[in-house]
């Protein structure tokens, strides 16, 4: 039964306002440091000034003096309570090298932010007042933070690995072997670029917050986190605190933001509960800023080498890719996984024959660790893709949409079966980039550029452009299989019919901000022929969602939301058996429209959905062996990645004497399939635009040779604000995703994957007339100021 | 130290230590836990309240420097459970989505209307730009305020 074939209402594609707004506006949201927790004992962790250096001693006493201070734990202290150390969850390859990570060090520091000692308190400020007063003997050692100088091997990080190197992965796809080397040497043009992807923090404006409540009888404990995966944090916790998995319970109150970045399973999460534990009594933790600098992952760090072959027309004929990974000091949650979920997409939107060459070396830093950031390589894979596909353009001195026409796998190609063996589900990539030229007036642009940028101009003009996939409703669980991933991809629902015709969704995904419980209410009330209000929706706690792999990676709709209508027909199913008895018909004779079964051609013998939902509840007149109740639950494993796709183009103006850049106009034209409520697909695409701009022109975790990161706060640290991004025009193109019941696709990550390289691309644009052929992000008036200098004094 | 401060109308006494935060006195002491922290630097905005009828942040201020006088958190802008236009142009607008830098980004967004009922599109963008949101792009944000201004 497809939503088109069932459509009953008509509450999908409208602009259903959020459910989710007043509390949230009038301050009665409950985030996780706002719960109210009798009791409960502070924790404050103490982090290491270094980025390398060996802990000699550590002196506690006084700490301990401090009134308020009731116990502080070093790492030595605690090494006994963890039953694992924190988990990586993608050893992506047998022979990965993964360093023992615990909660607090041990023995030695590996980054600025490494736990070193934890403090308990009756309150905050004394937790705080007792990291001074602890007295810790360092002994400083080489710190790396230099990729290439990682890779060299020359200062170990970890001694026991013997190498910096974490791992080498491998993807080579050759129709012949040997076929990439040729294509090489036959090819007309050939292109060799370096890119580099800035480390970024993500910034969720929520700092991380915990609170562990143990049973005092039992042994049974409750983590309130402000985590995008209660569900995984569940059994995770459990396996390393060695607790039964039942006696664990995950909460995830309001959430402020996550971006990958509260995708994880995180050292205070422990200390929270294995202290709560051992003092049977609540603990609790909040983040200050510049601590989620340090000790919150951060995204991206690669520097990628991309090589592209192409025939006299500029149709690409292979791709070489090579990329050292930064890992950062340790493994976190799915960490090494970062760069392979790009792997696949240095290949981009175009008809790339079986010659793809890629490898990823990732190694260590004395940084902190790095993991999954909105798009999670994706935004780094398209990034290079869209940049080269650029300079081939200016190598082959044509108009590079013109190019990416040369290259796009067509519409007729869908379903299209890629290099990679990975099929991609639906798209049409010229009608969306076409759509996005109009809106630009991509002609009218240019002829105002060929007027304004004359010789001595001082304000340039340019135009950027990217087309991109998404690649994502995270995933089909073989193919995880085979990416070694420990886990699968599906997604859970329970849906259920309430006496009174009230219906109740749980759902394993879990929102922090994207609006679920609204979608998910409309999906279900398209479904049941109810009204979205009757519909309500539950989640973010395993004791009322006991099941569900949770949110990030552009998954909750495309696994969790068509779970959730799969769960929906399972009820009408049953609705109609017994709606069949009770109008004693074939079940085949019924129809279902509008909440109503009724006898097709006869719809005067009609029974509402109201009436069997009582009916299934008194169970007075149910069909042998029917049993009570109007429930069902779903797990849905998704037989492909979803591909939603588009083109985002932007006008800027940069002013060559400050480097300066304005952007004029921002178009993002996305497809993600049938859109449940545009209201919120607009947002998603307009917050990650910004935090793609973000990347290209303001962001930067900055660290000293040393180690150190210089922009640990929100003072240094630039997250834009309103008066430095523009507004963005959205459109869309709609191409319904064949492989699931609703269509759709993801839109999570979209924006922030097609925005970097669209800003990046204009810039590049506007100065290509002073000889400015790459431009490093972030673009700051500065970087952009020096690479006009270097341009200008290289055309001496 | 003593200090009596009038939040959302009602008049509170309290001994708070002098380096005491007016943010850490309305969340911990108060218990109006809908003023949020987001950083440690008065640079996000996260925390923004009305005190004496003008936006300020919260963080900045010690409870000490706050005695006497009359503040506004985001609990005491709707009247009689309904919304004060703000919060309705935001809800109308999709003006928020995790909503965590919300009710300092509407207490701005009220005090910037205060100041300038009619504000252009560019004066809204540099009006909130000590509040920081991480979700919206700032796209609907500033329809939300122009819509509540009646300007759009």
Redesign the interface.
Known sequence: MTITENKTTNVIGTRLLRREDPPLLTGEAKFTDDLNIPGALHLAVLRSPYAHAKIKSINVSAALKIAGVIAVYTGKDLQTTWAAPLPCAWPVTKDMKNPAHYPLAIDKVNYVGDGVAAVLATNETASRDALDAIDVDYEPLQAVVDLEDALSDKNIIHNDLGTNKSYTWPLLVEDTPGCVEEAFKKAKYKIKERYVQQRLIPMAMEPRAIAAVPQPFGGDITLYSATQIPHILKVMTALTLGIPEHQVRVIAPSVGGGFGSKLNVYAEELLCMALARKHNTPVRWVEERSENAQATIQGRGQIQHIELAADENGKITAIRVRIIGDMGAYLQLVTPGVPLLGAFLYGGVYDIPKAYDFSCTSVFTNLTPTDAYRGAGRPEATFAIESAIEALAREMKIDSFELRKRNYIKKEQYPYTAFSGLVYDSGDHLTAAEKAAKLTDLAGVRKQQKKQNVPGATKLLGVGMTSYFEMCGLAPSRVLASLNYSAGGWETATVRVLPTNKVQVITGSSPHGQGHETSWSMIAAEKLGVAPEDVDVLHSDTAISALGLDTYGSRSLPVGGVAIAMACDRVIEKAKTIAAHQLECAAEDLQFVGGTFSVKGSPDRALPLAAIAFGAFTAHNLPEGCEPNLEAQVSYDPPNFSWPFGTHMCVVEVDAETGAVEILKYIAVDDCGIQINPLIVEGQVHGGVVQGIAQALFEEAVYDGDGNLKTSTLAEYLVPAACDVPPITTAHTTTPSPTNQLGVKGIGEAGTIGAAPTVINAIIDALSGLGVKSMAMPASPQTVWKTIQAARGGKK | MKVSITVNGKEHHGDV?PRTLLVHYI?EVL??????????????G?CTIHMNGEAVKSCTILAVQADGSNVT???G??KDGV?HPM?TA???N?G????????GM?MAAVGLLNENPKPT??Q???G???????????????KSVLAAAGSK
């Open positions: 230590e969340r218990g109006l836990t809908g003023t949020n922290v987001g950083c440690d630097s008065s640079s996000c996260a958190t985001i609990e802008l709707a919304m919060q935001f809800m109308e999709h928020l989505q995790c909503g965590y830098c919300t009710p509407v599109e560019e809204v963008r540099v909130l730009e000590g509040n920081l949101c991480r979700c919206t792009g700032y796209h609907n944000i500033v």
